[in-house]
């Protein structure tokens, strides 16, 4: 499967998505695709965060059911997996949770590249990108 049609499957299955964008390992930012996709607003808020980062499209996180899922253009580092898993987490936690859940819950370190790996559904070790 290509890269496109990857990412045509996670944004028709997916309830919430992102595009994934990302600088150094720990640097990722996340513009909305689904349930709405981001506003003009946001757009604004992301291009004056934008300056000095180097900020890349990598593809997109979805989450169907709940599993995540992704399609990336690019093999990611474990460091990278380990602080994407933990971003989308507290992302989707902030969407589907009527409480404010501390970030400490969900950024403490303790979900590896491995469980991440196991939650999307496939290897990300860079022999099993197209």
């Known amino acids: 499967m290509t ?3 990857k990412v045509a499957q996670v944004t028709t299955d997916a309830s919430i998505a992102v595009m994934v964008l990302i600088g150094a390992p720990d ?3 996340f513009l ?7 506003d ?22 979805g989450l169907v059911g ?6 990336l253009k690019e093999p990611l580092e474990p460091q990278q997996v380990d602080a994407l898993a933990a971003a989308f987490l507290v992302y989707v936690a902030a969407l589907t949770t ?6 400490e819950l969900c950024m403490d370190g303790t979900m ?4 991440f790996r196991s ?5 990300t070790r860079p022999e099993h990108f197209n």
């Open 32 to 38: 909305p695709l689904l349930p709405r996709p981001a």
């Open 40 to 61: 003009a607003q946001m757009l604004a808020d992301l291009k004056a965060r934008w300056p000095g980062r180097g900020l890349r499209s990598i593809g997109i996180v």
């Open 98 to 103: 009527p409480a404010p859940v501390p970030i």
């Open 3 to 5: 890269y496109l049609e």
């Open 112 to 115: 590896t590249a491995e469980e």
């Open 27 to 29: 640097d990722i930012e």
């Open 119 to 123: 939650l999307l559904g496939h290897d």
């Open 66 to 71: 709940v599993t995540a899922r992704c399609a």
